[in-house]
């Protein structure tokens, strides 16, 4: 495996006084500052997935500063969603997901362009809507989905930051066709069929945990700082209080 190649897009023009001001705490690190700062201003990620996972993704994204996020949903809110996915409340209950979503993060954050999108991933659509940005995040729950997702990254040469829960455990890591590590790397036979959430449950809070992680790799690949979770999966046990590091071996190491 390659290691990461660095940074991932280029500096924005200069920040305003505001926007310096508005992220002081995160361009007082070392790793960060102001080139890095602006390499966010410039970014542009697109975000499959608004609920338990994407809307922490989405609200840390936003609120560090990248320039652009696309948010793709086609679902509505519902009463059993707002028991982890924190964008929403009552008063969205029954609208779509995207534009409830963008609403919250435009409040969060005027700076950046957010853009819904209430379509759902297909192998038809996936391209489309991924062509022109840096970063897609897949904060999906169900299976198809996320390896039509993948493969679409896969065919545009583009990094994905990968997440997911069921019942009490979660997993993050980040693929990159291009390093030789994809989504079918960690699913050369994929079930025919995954446990679904109205059967096994999942823990609120856990959500945002995974969500969290997710968000900084994000961050971390945006601007080419730290180590990546590239070939490695982060295992979470909520119950447990522990982290577990599973390495992933790519296609290209046999």
């Known amino acids: 495996m390659t290691d990461w190649p660095g940074p991932l897009v280029a500096p924005s023009a200069e920040l305003t006084p505001a926007e310096i001001d508005r992220y002081a705490r995160t361009i007082s690190l070392p790793a960060v500052g102001i080139e890095g700062q602006r390499r966010l201003k410039s970014a542009r990620v697109c975000v499959v997935g608004a609920g338990g996972l994407g809307g922490p993704v989405l609200q840390y994204l936003a609120g560090a500063g990248v320039g652009h996020l696309t948010v793709v949903d086609d679902d509505v809110v519902e009463l059993k969603n707002l028991q982890r996915q924190t964008l929403f409340g009552h008063s969205t209950i029954g609208r779509g997901k995207a534009d409830a979503a963008v609403e919250r993060l435009r409040d969060l954050n005027e700076s950046i362009d957010i853009t819904p999108v209430s379509t759902r991933i297909t192998a038809e659509t996936a391209a489309e809507i991924f062509a022109g940005h840096d970063l897609v995040v897949d904060a999906v729950d169900n299976l198809p989905t996320r390896l039509v997702t993948a493969d679409a990254c896969q065919a545009l040469d583009m990094p994905f930051v990968w997440g997911a829960v069921q019942s009490i455990n979660g997993q ?8 030789g590590l994809g989504l079918r790397d960690l699913f050369p036979r994929p079930p025919a069929e995954m446990p679904k959430l109205d059967d096994v449950g999942v823990l609120g809070p856990m959500t945002g945990w995974v969500g ?16 990546p979770l590239v070939g490695r999966v982060m295992y979470i046990d909520t119950l447990g209080a522990r982290v577990t590091e599973l390495a992933l071996r790519g296609r290209a190491e046999g």
């Open 172 to 179: 993050v890591s980040v693929f990159w066709e291009r390093l």
């Open 212 to 227: 969290s992680v997710m968000a900084t790799e994000c961050l971390k690949v945006i601007m080419g700082i730290g180590e």
